[in-house]
């Protein structure tokens, strides 16, 4: 449970590395959205978790480095940079890196989780 923001990514980062979709689902506010690309996003759990599993898929391996952690009351929004090494579905290798915006929201009973979870933060 993460009960700072500072926790949050580093659960995500465990979870994605074990492959454990489950895990990482509970880190995603009931209402999240996941930037699947530049002017899509989810809608709805079905999505997300479709989304997530497609991110598992690739086998891959999950860095994520916050930097900037800008709260408002019960909204956090962090920006650092990520990196994602992994396979695509041909087998043929997958690197990414890029800078990150999400947003993370306090629950009632104190967790903070993912309310918007952009991993393109516009480029």
Known sequence: ?????????????????AGDLESMLALYDPKAVFVIKPGRITD????????LRRLIELRGHLTIHPHAFVRS???????????????????????????FADVLRRQPDGRWLLAVDNGFNGD
């Open 1 to 17: 449970m993460s009960t700072r923001p500072e926790e949050l990514h580093p659960a995500l980062t465990t979870a994605y590395n």
């Open 73 to 99: 009351d019960d909204v956090v929004l962090v920006l650092g940079k990520y990196t994602l090494s992994g396979h695509r579905r041909d087998g043929t290798p997958l690197e990414l890196e890029s800078r």
């Open 44 to 51: 709805g759990p079905a999505e997300l978790r479709t989304a």
